[in-house]
């Protein structure tokens, strides 16, 4: 049963330039969500998808923005890149309906320079 | 305003000892999930606990138990037995409804486990 898979596992990017991120969710479940962890913090909550459709988004600005395609599977993209953004960005999956935790891929870590 | 927080940074357990990482969380929503995660230096993130706000007994699953206190809003991590694969980041995790997907994350706690 496979897990919650990212790619890739490491990224460096220019400032200003743009990047896009995939993750497929763990066999069965329908919502994905999206995380970046800045060094030595907890995770922030970026945005969530299902049905294909952008449910809830955390407080990130419009260079953020995502795709969830018919198979569950996921994309996060950034706009215009910039040094802060340099973190590691987790997928998560997980059932929409009932209490179900998230479940993380490895995640991507993207170096900015 | 934070809506998790975890006061230790970080903590320093023997072997085979018993360790309690504590939480604390705000809320106003009656009904909530409280969830426990360990990150190894590998960057992963593994699901240990979950709490519901509902629940009448403590969680535990294995080594793990969740010491909830809904008064005082507080969801503490006991982790028994210590094993060296326990160093780790340990995050404590809040959602607010049980339709809400958004989790609320604390800043971690990071544990060391000494032989």
């Known amino acids: 049963d496979a897990g919650v898979t990212q790619s890739p596992t490491h990224l460096i990017k220019t400032r200003g330039q743009q990047v896009t991120l995939r993750c497929s969710p763990k066999s069965g479940h329908d919502t994905v969500s999206w995380y970046q962890q800045a060094l030595g913090q907890g995770p922030q909550f970026i945005f969530q998808y299902y049905e294909e459709e952008e449910r809830q988004r955390g407080n990130f600005p419009d260079r953020f923005s995502g795709h969830q395609f018919p198979n569950y599977s996921s994309e996060l993209n950034v706009n215009a890149l910039l040094l802060g953004d340099s973190a590691l960005y987790l997928c998560a999956s997980s059932f929409r309906r009932g209490v179900s935790p998230l479940h993380f891929g490895n995640g991507t870590r993207l170096t900015v320079t | 305003a934070q809506k998790i927080t975890q006061t230790q940074p970080g903590m320093f357990v023997q072997e085979k000892e018993a360790v309690t990482l504590d939480c604390t969380y705000d809320?106003?929503?009656?009904?909530?999930?409280l969830f426990w995660y360990k990150q190894p230096s590998s960057g992963e993130m593994i699901f240990l606990i979950y709490?519901?706000?509902?629940?009448?007994q403590n969680a535990t699953e294995g080594r793990y138990s969740l010491n909830f206190q809904k008064a005082r809003k507080s969801a503490n991590l006991v982790i028994s037995a210590s094993q060296l694969g326990d160093s780790a980041m340990y995050f404590c995790a809040m959602r607010e409804t049980p339709r809400g997907q958004n989790f609320v994350f604390g800043p971690g706690t990071r544990l060391s486990v000494l032989p």
């Open positions: 809320t106003s929503d009656p009904s909530y999930g």
């Open positions: 709490q519901g706000s509902y629940d009448q």
